[in-house]
């Protein structure tokens, strides 16, 4: 167990529907990363904040969007859903990213997310 | 743009072998360099993981090297079991913690 919880573990829904997914990071961690990881696109950086900022952008859908809490967890809207949205969403945390001993991310269990 | 190419794809070992996967990164400002162990539909779980100002490191069966001239690195794992088969990943970032990460190499180990 990483320390880092994501719900819901699994979420089923259709195409042009919006959904959220939430993160909460390891206990002390200020930074929290979203990936997706579909089966031909491996694991795909998409957002990451750093106690309650937006630090660094990856090529995330305008349909999608971020945001982190004062309490520092996470969630992760997808709106206007495609088929091809269709994937493993995980979050990630570390303490600070590039300090020497703080920078390593701990991933959560992912959210399983099918759109039909 | 920000690369990491991971090879190979697939790698079948009998167990006792050694197992070598390799990674080249585009980025020559990338300065961290985690290897990430992913089993079936379990979560990514860090195994080793280097920086910048360091050529090799061992934690026992496991090492990683890295080259930052060639802009290259290794993951180099000695007595391989039936529990390391899985799909590893090379990642690279710079100081924002983005990490990139390679294509994943399906590691089989055959009793």
């Known amino acids: 167990d990483s320390g880092v919880t994501q719900t819901p573990k699994h979420l089923i829904t259709a195409t042009g529907q919006r959904v959220t997914l939430r993160c909460s990071p390891r206990?002390?961690?200020?930074?929290v990363y979203w990936y997706q990881q579909s089966l031909d696109q491996g694991l795909q950086f998409l957002i990451q904040?750093?106690?309650?900022?937006?630090?660094a952008k990856g090529n995330i859908l305008e349909r999608f969007s971020a945001q982190q809490f004062p309490d520092l967890h996470s969630e992760l809207n997808l709106s206007s859903l495609e088929l091809g949205d269709s994937a493993l969403y995980f979050c990630a945390s570390s303490l600070t990213p590039g300090l020497a001993g703080e920078e390593t991310q701990y991933f959560g269990p992912g959210t399983r997310l099918l759109v039909l | 743009g920000e690369n990491v190419e991971q090879h190979p794809s697939t790698l079948s070992v009998q167990e006792g072998d050694s197992a070598v996967i390799k990674c080249t990164y585009s980025?020559?400002?990338?300065?961290?360099f985690p290897w990430y162990k992913q089993e079936l539909g379990k979560r990514p779980q860090l195994i080793i993981d280097i920086r910048s100002n360091v050529g090799e490191k061992k934690d026992q069966r496991i090492a990683v090297t890295l080259n930052k001239t060639a802009k290259h690195f290794s993951l180099h794992i000695t007595e391989t079991q039936p529990e390391d088969s899985a799909v590893y990943f090379c990642?690279?970032?710079?100081?924002?913690?983005?990490?990139?990460f390679g294509q994943g190499t399906t590691l089989q180990v055959k009793p």
């Open positions: 980025d020559s400002a990338s300065n961290y």
């Open positions: 990642a690279a970032t710079r100081n924002t913690g983005k990490l990139i």
């Open positions: 904040y750093y106690n309650g900022e937006e630090r």
């Open positions: 206990s002390g961690d200020l930074s």
